[in-house]
């Protein structure tokens, strides 16, 4: 049985993403949104499953990222719509190396 190893990608450097900010990146063919909130570095998948808008763009605050189209709120630590915890978009391990930011893919 093997196990699944995550192997991460260079995305950033930390002065890239801003505080309550969220960046776009396609890594391996995926739309991740990556954005830094009190100080640490999440990534989600960056499409809104409601009708397909770019959570990078939306309102950052309080580990949640509130989708600007219509309003739908993510939990940044896990991807659960905060009004409905069944409804998720995918979530990504982050490191950060010396000054690179880094999104984990298994």
């Given at each position: ?50 009708q ?20 739908w ?5 896990d ?20 000054d690179?930011?880094?999104?984990g893919?298994?």
């Amino acid at each position: 049985m093997s196990e699944s190893v995550e192997k991460y990608h260079t995305v950033a450097r930390v002065d890239e993403i801003h505080e309550g900010e969220g960046k776009p990146f396609e890594v391996e063919g995926r739309l991740i949104a990556v954005f830094l909130d009190e100080g640490v570095y999440y990534a989600i998948d960056d499409t809104c499953p409601h009708q397909g808008a770019p959570l990078c763009d939306g309102i950052v605050a309080n580990k949640t990222v509130t989708c600007t189209w219509h309003g739908w709120c993510f939990r940044l630590t896990d991807g659960r719509w905060v009004d409905n915890p069944r409804v998720l978009v995918g979530t990504y391990p982050v490191r950060v190396v010396g000054d690179e930011v880094q999104v984990g893919i298994v």
